[in-house]
RNA sequence: GGAGAGGUGUCCGAGUGGUUUAAGGAGGCGGUCUUGAAAACCGUUGAGCUGCAAGGUUCCGGGGGUUCGAAUCCCUCCCUCUCCGCCA
């Protein structure tokens, strides 16, 4: 979330903001809210004072008389403050409700625009494959290897699940491996992390977790969700501490499955493994200064480019447009890989991102460390190193060949223990 | 899941209704002394909200209750430890 004195103090600005990332929240109700607290604040407190009072005159002796007649003014009080306090909580829970629909500030360099089609591509790397046969999609040729079984997942868990089989298990888990101990080298200290995180944590990360219009699983009775990434328990692993400014910045890296309920997602560009209700991630975080973060946000996107380079598969970098960002983004770059079976021809399909989150995340989340003497809170970034399901897509049909199989990147090969699928 | 013991500031730890405005110790920071360091001594040292500030207010695992007044009493949930049960 912003900071409420930045909102009341620089109103139009966030109006601006809300009005360029295209989403609905009302800053000016946010502020009338605030300043609402604030008066009934006062007024709370200015009677707790006096309870307090009163209190401490009781410590000492006192007459009979006078003792009664302070137990009378003092219940008066708590009655008085016990009613201002119901209105406090009801204006508090109202303006929680409110704030959390402002999304965080935009940088300045990026693009402006509604949907993903104004994102601005920034560069390409690699070439795509030409094929001098018919290309196959990721479903065809997982289908042909016995690879993917999404039919009897389907029987099982139901759409959008499926099988991982034989060599494609092998891939997923040499995926795993070949990133964690890339950034390992990083000096990233690798976690393998919980896939249930409860809902406030969730939403203090800037996820909905419940509601119709949440992608997030929550399991009923329980106050928790299954994790849609582990941007959520890495994000929090430090939630509510004051963390040391010399271990800045602290780079985590987390090995997760992702659970999303991608209500309502269908289509020619969702199919297979595209858009899937579980996957497994490794996903890297960073806690930094405020001064730190622009630099660890081109680290991250650096690195996935080399992660991606290592594994020779085609793909272009795009700075994220204003309205396609989510809510905790202050700037997103994506990575997409070339997909030759998506569309009619190929196409590009998100494969990462790395987000610089500024403090929106830690503010919530009650992250910070000392400077001065003085606690500021820290700036967090996330980037995907991983997603294996999007991955096994591009490495599926990038590297297929006219004999119906399918090389493995050479780099993946000390991890897969062969060289080709067939 | 059952029985018992706990959860207090960066850490250890005292505290069972009103001199707790959280004792005491360790650690940190500053200083005295010293060529320098150690030791010793002196001082200082949590966070949030509000406010220009002075100040005020909240926080003793979370939430709720009793009371004029709660770290302290009651209810409830969470977590840790020990033992038992179950189990990859």
Same mark, same amino acid.
């Given at each position: 979330?912003?900071?409420?004195?930045?909102?009341r103090?620089?109103?139009?600005?966030?109006k601006?903001?809300?009005?360029i990332?295209?989403?609905s929240?009302?800053?000016?109700k946010?502020?009338?809210?605030?300043?609402?607290?604030?008066?009934?604040?006062?007024?709370?407190e200015?009677?707790?004072q006096?309870?307090?009072?009163?209190?401490?005159i009781?410590k000492?002796?006192?007459?009979?008389?006078?003792?009664?007649?302070?137990?009378?003014?003092?219940?008066?009080?708590?009655?008085?403050?016990?009613?201002?306090?119901?209105?406090l909580?009801?204006?508090?829970?109202?303006?929680?409700?409110?704030?959390?629909?402002?999304?965080n500030?935009?940088?300045?360099?990026?693009?402006?625009g509604?949907?993903?089609?104004?994102?601005?591509?920034l560069?390409?790397?690699?070439?795509? !494959? #030409?094929? *001098?046969?018919? $290309?196959r999609?990721?479903? +065809? =040729?997982?289908?042909?290897? %016995? /690879?993917?079984?999404?039919?009897?997942?389907?029987?099982?868990?139901?759409?959008?699940?499926?099988?991982?089989?034989?060599?494609?298990?092998?891939?997923?888990l040499?995926?795993?491996?070949y990133?964690?101990?890339?950034?390992?080298?990083?000096?990233?200290?690798?976690?393998?992390?919980?896939?249930?995180?409860?809902?406030?944590?969730?939403?203090?990360?800037?996820?909905?977790?419940?509601?119709?219009?949440?992608?997030?699983?929550?399991l009923?009775?329980t106050?928790?969700c299954?994790?849609g990434? !582990? #941007?959520? *328990?890495?994000? $929090?692993?430090?939630?509510? +501490? =004051?963390?040391?400014?010399? %271990? /800045?910045?602290?780079?985590?890296?987390?090995?997760?499955?992702c659970?999303?309920?991608?209500?309502?997602?269908?289509?020619?560009?969702?199919?297979?493994?595209?858009?899937v209700?579980?996957?497994t991630?490794?996903?890297?975080?960073?806690?930094?200064?405020p001064?730190?973060?622009?630099?660890?946000?081109?680290?991250?996107?650096?690195?996935?480019?080399?992660i991606?380079?290592?594994?020779?598969?085609?793909?272009?970098?795009?700075?994220?447009?204003?309205?396609?960002?989510?809510?905790?983004?202050?700037?997103?770059?994506?990575?997409? $890989?070339?997909?030759?079976?998506?569309?009619?021809?190929?196409?590009?399909?998100?494969?990462?991102?790395?987000?610089?989150?500024?403090?929106?995340?830690?503010?919530?989340?009650?992250?910070?460390?000392?400077?001065?003497g003085?606690?500021?809170?820290?700036?967090?970034?996330?980037?995907?190193?991983?997603?294996?399901?999007?991955?096994?897509?591009?490495?599926?049909?990038?590297?297929?060949?006219?004999?119906?199989?399918?090389?493995?990147?050479?780099?993946l090969?000390?991890?897969?223990?062969?060289?080709?699928?067939?």
């Open positions: 979330m912003l900071d409420l004195k930045y909102i103090d620089n109103l139009e600005e966030v601006k903001n809300i009005q990332r295209n989403v929240a009302d800053p000016e946010v502020v009338n809210l605030y300043n609402k607290k604030n008066e009934v604040l006062k007024r709370t200015s009677l707790r006096k309870r307090n009072e009163n209190v401490r009781m000492g002796k006192l007459s009979e008389g006078e003792r009664l007649k302070l137990i009378e003014a003092g219940k008066k009080l708590k009655e008085e403050i016990s009613a201002l306090e119901l209105s909580e009801k204006i508090r829970s109202n303006l929680h409700r409110e704030i959390l629909k402002i999304p500030l935009t940088h300045p360099d990026v693009p402006e509604r949907s993903e089609d104004d994102n601005l591509e560069k390409r790397w690699g070439k795509p !494959a #030409e094929f *001098t046969f018919k $290309a999609d990721h479903l +065809q =040729i997982g289908n042909e290897l %016995d /690879l993917i079984d999404f039919e009897t997942a389907a029987k099982v868990s139901g759409q959008k699940f499926y099988y991982l089989k034989n060599k494609a298990v092998m891939l997923e040499a995926l795993v491996r990133a964690l101990e890339i950034l390992e080298k990083e000096s990233f200290t690798i976690t393998l992390t919980p896939d249930i995180a409860k809902e406030d944590i969730v939403e203090g990360i800037g996820f909905i977790p419940r509601g119709e219009e949440s992608n997030i699983y929550s009923e009775g106050g928790t299954l994790v990434t !582990a #941007e959520i *328990t890495l994000g $929090a692993y430090f939630s509510g +501490q =004051i963390l040391k400014a010399e %271990d /800045l910045p602290i780079k985590l890296a987390g090995l997760s499955h659970f999303r309920r991608e209500a309502g997602a269908a289509g020619q560009y969702s199919k297979g493994l595209y858009r209700h579980q996957f991630k490794v996903e890297m975080f960073i806690f930094c200064r001064s730190q973060s622009e630099t660890q946000h081109s680290y991250l996107l650096n690195l996935e480019e080399r991606y380079q290592g594994l020779d598969i085609p793909y272009r970098v795009v700075d994220t447009c204003t309205g396609d960002l989510g809510g905790p983004a202050y700037r997103k770059f994506d990575i997409e $890989a070339w997909m030759p079976g998506r569309g009619q021809k190929g196409d590009w399909g998100e494969i990462t991102s790395a987000s610089n989150c500024t403090d929106y995340q830690a503010r919530r989340l009650g992250i910070r460390f000392k400077e001065n003085k606690s500021v809170y820290v700036h967090m970034l996330n980037g995907t190193a991983v997603a294996v399901s999007r991955t096994l897509i591009a490495i599926l049909e990038n590297f297929q060949q006219e004999d119906g199989s399918v090389k493995i990147p050479e780099q090969v000390p991890y897969t223990g062969f060289s080709r699928i067939n």
